[in-house]
């Protein structure tokens, strides 16, 4: 569990004390299902990494709303978001393993991250991370409840694929944008797991193997 858990967790049960001391039981029970709902919503399972070389991980549980190239900054990438609803584990995981060249904060709005202005508009925090040979960019961007995005590694750190790099708070997105040529392995309204599922590959003996011994990629589980 992440440990802002305890924290909330703490505070509701000691309200729910007070309150239950001051008023009864029944007034109690609110603050008692929001501890327990802390408790559970800060939750950090553990998960099985794929170790195949040239895999990007999902970044995070949750839905996956866009999958197709988009422009930016005069480069063309292929962008995968998925939407975290409020009931999803919200840790972060580094998509690839790498070394952290850059991170950079943006103030912005709290629309709602199902939308496609959100990408632009909402407050984010956008990662850049180099490895296998590849430069990946991943964003942690928040939504209409989000209002704390928390990141725990620092430029020039280096990361193993899957590992935790943070967590944003209820609802929010995050967005991997990856090498163009990249063999997707997900499409628009799976549910993908942080760490767990494969979204895509950006190694080309990857991508051959994939396409070889299926004929198209696969959709995560």
Not at 34 to 58: C, H, K, T
């Amino acid at each position: 569990m992440v440990r802002d858990g305890y924290y909330y967790g703490v505070v509701f049960v000691a309200a729910s004390l007070f309150i239950f001391w001051l008023a009864g039981p029944f007034w109690a029970l609110p603050p008692l299902l929001l501890a327990a709902f802390f408790l559970w919503f800060f939750r950090d399972p553990e998960r099985e990494i794929s170790q195949r070389s040239g895999a990007v991980v999902s970044p995070a549980d949750g839905l996956v709303t866009h999958v197709g190239p988009i422009e930016q900054d005069g480069v063309c990438w292929l962008r995968i978001s998925i939407f975290l609803n409020v009931f999803n584990v919200h840790v972060n995981r580094s998509p690839i393993a790498g070394v952290i060249t850059n991170v950079k904060y943006r103030k912005g709005k709290f629309q709602n991250a199902m939308g496609a202005a959100c990408a632009d508009e909402n407050e984010q925090n956008i990662i850049t991370i180099e490895g296998e040979g590849q430069r990946l960019v991943f964003k942690q961007i928040a939504g209409l409840l989000a209002r704390r995005i928390v990141f725990t590694k620092e430029v020039g750190d280096r990361v193993s694929r899957g590992e935790r790099v943070g967590m944003i708070k209820f609802g929010s997105r995050t967005d991997v944008l990856m090498n163009a040529s990249a063999a997707i392995q997900v499409k628009v309204g799976d549910h993908v797991k942080g760490g767990s599922s494969v979204l895509a590959y950006i190694n080309s003996e990857s991508q051959l193997a994939t396409v070889g011994a299926a004929g198209v990629t696969q959709g995560a589980t």
